[in-house]
């Protein structure tokens, strides 16, 4: 695979927020220390992502001490979440799953309500080690993700993307391209690799922690989102239905499970192991 290397690391502590971009991260074995262990649901209980309100891409979440949370947003004043007591849990609909977690603060809630003009609460998953399963269709016994989509990481590789945007500029919305990686919100990108390289990988190392490849990644619609305007248009499912689409599934990047602990670095070496 020559020199591939990790290019960056991205952690979102509030699932659909804006993230932060480390340069180092703790690999722990239901995703990145501190990604998308926060959500916001709304009065059912369903999870709330940009799918249904993509001005979610303008809220910022940025990890605090203890893992807490700073939140800001165009026209409100930035708030402080602190990791909410464990005294008691409400159930979360995480499409379909039902997963255990634990309310904000009153002021947490209101704060979110108040940007999305939308009844919303924001809670917080207490311990990802017993809350949440992988999709047994493609989980080991025993491995949990956090409120991610469904998979620890997500890594992508900018070589694949280069290649997206080739195709992009050649069908009938290449005004919409070229398209940034922020658009896939992945949590690793992988520099230095053949275009669609991650397609043939079913293990992989980055520095020194190993990761199981369990399948690749079906987009939605949060890929049209911009996430500096929240404009949406074709791109990149349109490409994606004509060059990627597998079993109706649209691919783009691939859904990793950590085999061990450690920490992943900017820099760092990816090797395929399999």
Known sequence: ??????QSIHVHPVKAFRGAAPREAVVEPWGLAGDRRWTLVDDGGKVVTQREQPRLALAAAEPGPGG?????????????VPVPEPAGTVPVNVFGTKVEA??????????????????????????????????????????????????????????????????????????EGPLPMNRFRPNVVVAGTEAWAEDHW?????????????????????TTTDQDTTARGREPLRTLARHRNVGSRLLFGQNLVPLSRGTIRIGDPVRVLG
């Not at 695979?1 to 990790?6: C, D, K, L, S």
């Not at 807490?68 to 402080?80: E, F, I, K, Q, Y």
């Not at 079913?202 to 949060?222: D, M």
């Open 1 to 6: 695979m020559g020199n591939a290397e990790v």
């Open 68 to 80: 807490g949370v700073r939140l800001s947003a165009p026209g409100r004043a930035p708030l402080t």
């Open 102 to 175: 634990v309310p904000a603060a009153d002021a947490a809630h209101a704060w979110c309500s108040a940007y999305l003009e939308a009844d919303v609460r924001l809670v917080h998953l207490d311990d990802p080690a017993i809350r949440r399963p992988v999709d047994p269709e493609y989980a080991l016994p025993g491995e949990t993700v956090s409120f991610a989509d469904g998979y620890p990481l997500l890594v992508t590789t900018t070589a694949s993307l280069d290649a997206l945007n080739s195709l992009i500029a050649e069908g009938p919305y290449a005004h």
């Open 202 to 222: 079913s293990r992989i190392s980055v520095g020194e922690v190993l990761f199981r490849v369990a399948k690749p990644s079906g987009r939605c619609v949060v």
